[in-house]
């Protein structure tokens, strides 16, 4: 079965669900991103916070607080990118075998060749992929942002304030790159209703969407860092 005769076992729905699941991981990526002036997301509400972070650095006697936050941020990328790598074994063995999946879809009355299922699955490791890369990338960029911290000297000199102001950016540079790796992940687990069907797929991609939107906009956390001062 060549790759023209394998796409023609997917209906309009299913090209209309997967058209529907990339158009809104991109699309509410770029709005908690580049959120309106009159309503920032909480992505931006903590990146003015990491600076503010990077502006008390200089001055803070001792320095052991912010190495403990730093670290415990790194293990956290590294949790997730684990988890990641073992979905993605997971993800791998089971295309390597589809039978018991195709086990499962029989006694859910949902009949389709191996093919399909082979390719709803890689369309969930595609987005595992996708965190997983991230969320190494934000670990290594948390390394760095560790490095330019300890590169300040130990007062309040105009060095010191310009490597801490240095160390933000590449901090907030880190949890944009988290924060795709977790948008991913969220996608993943949706993806995965791409197997009960087009329908299911669309459904799960809508809470999805909605689910990211309201902790960006609509949670009870962006209204407590809202709040003065």
């Known amino acids: 079965m060549d790759l023209v005769d394998r796409l023609r ?32 997301s909480v992505s931006h509400l903590m990146a003015d916070y990491r600076r503010e972070w990077m502006r008390q650095h200089p001055a803070r006697d001792p320095r052991v607080f912010d190495a403990l936050v730093l670290g415990n941020l790194r293990e956290g990328t590294a949790f997730f990118a684990s988890a990641c790598l073992i979905a ?5 063995a089971m295309i390597g075998n589809t039978e018991p999946l195709l086990g499962v879809a029989e006694d859910f009355a949902l009949d389709a060749p191996a093919v399909i299922w082979e390719a709803k699955i890689l369309l969930v490791l595609a987005f595992l992929v ?22 300040a000297p130990n007062d309040e000199t105009e060095l010191a304030y310009a ?20 948008r991913a992940t969220y996608f993943a687990l949706a993806a995965m209703a791409w197997l009960l069907g ?32």
């Not at 158009?23 to 959120?35: D, Q, S």
């Open 9 to 40: 076992l997917f209906g309009p729905a299913d090209a209309a669900a997967l058209t529907l699941i990339l158009l809104a991981w991109v699309g509410i990526g770029w709005l908690i991103e580049h959120p309106p002036k009159r309503r920032p």
């Open 88 to 92: 993605l074994g997971g993800g791998l």
């Open 163 to 182: 490597r801490a102001a240095k160390a933000a950016e590449i901090n907030i540079h880190a949890a944009k790159s988290f924060n795709r790796g977790l």
């Open 130 to 151: 996708t965190g997983f890369l991230k969320f190494i990338w934000a670990n290594r960029l948390f390394g760095y942002s560790a490095v330019v911290m300890a590169s």
């Open 198 to 229: 087009a329908i299911p797929l669309m459904v799960a991609t809508m809470l999805t969407v909605l689910t990211l939107w309201r902790r960006e906009f609509a949670s009870h956390s962006r209204t407590i860092l809202m709040e003065a001062p």
